[in-house]
T-cell receptor, first 112, second 113 residues
Framework: EAGVAQSPRYKIIEKRQSVAFWCNPISGHATLYWYQQILGQGPKLLIQFQNNGVVDDSQLPKDRFSAERLKGVDSTLKIQPAKLEDSAVYLC??????????FGQGTRLTVV | AQSVSQHNHHVILSEAASLELGCNYSYGGTVNLFWYVQYPGQHLQLLLKYFSGDPLVKGIKGFEAEFIKSKFSFNLRKPSVQWSDTAEYFCAGDGGSQGNLIFGKGTKLSVKP
């Protein structure tokens, strides 16, 4: 079974630049999550989609972060403009519903 | 507010030693609990989960966890660790209707051969 695919694996940008991450969930998984994992901390939910609708984006910094899930499959997460404190690993996960979530390998973002 | 806390930041053990990693949760109602593991350079993987029923849950690779409602705890255990268990372990809870996970800060386990 193919897992959750994310790209790129690594990204280095300067502050105030923009960046986008891409996620392809496991086929058939209606629920998609984006998490932010800052070094030394556990993953923190940014946004949750159910098909192409947003279920929870209460912790998404909407002044600079945006996400979309077109056609209820792939998703992109964008940061514009980036700040130093956005340096983290961005994890995408998908699931059939409540319960077991499958995670991608993440995108490690460094903002300098 | 819902939260999950893990007691230990870094645990160092020798092979064959027994392991117990602490996890406490704070939820108002029904809660589902999980342990995830992240091996070096790999993605997060589910070790085990508790939804209801038998409070002693067995997972992959010889791991188990016990849900103790009176203590709001869900500690992870393994009777004899191996060098290959070196990884970071995350406790997580899902107490809402949305199904999203709230993670603890993680415990890094280093097993010396």
């Amino acid at each position: 079974e193919a897992g959750v695919a994310q790209s790129p694996r690594y990204k280095i940008i300067e502050k105030r630049q923009s960046v986008a991450f891409w996620c392809n969930p496991i086929s058939g998984h209606a629920t998609l999550y984006w998490y932010q994992q800052i070094l030394g901390q556990g993953p923190k939910l940014l946004i949750q989609f159910q098909n192409n609708g947003v279920v929870d984006d209460s912790q998404l910094p909407k002044d600079r972060f945006s996400a979309e899930r077109l056609k209820g499959v792939d998703s992109t997460l964008k940061i514009q403009p980036a700040k130093l404190e956005d340096s983290a690993v961005y994890l995408c996960a998908s699931s059939l519903g409540q319960g077991k979530a499958f995670f991608g390998q993440g995108t490690r973002l460094t903002v300098v | 507010a819902q939260s999950v806390s893990q007691h230990n930041h870094h645990v160092i053990l020798s092979e064959a030693a027994s392991l117990e990693l602490g996890c406490n949760y704070s939820y108002g109602g029904t809660v589902n609990l999980f342990w995830y593991v992240q091996y070096p350079g790999q993605h997060l993987q589910l070790l085990l989960k508790y939804f209801s029923g038998d409070p002693l849950v067995k997972g992959i690779k010889g791991f188990e966890a016990e849900f103790i409602k009176s203590k709001f705890s869900f500690n992870l255990r393994k009777p004899s660790v191996q060098w290959s268990d070196t990884a970071e372990y995350f406790c997580a809870g899902d107490g809402g209707s949305q199904g999203n996970l709230i993670f603890g800060k993680g415990t890094k386990l280093s097993v010396k051969p």
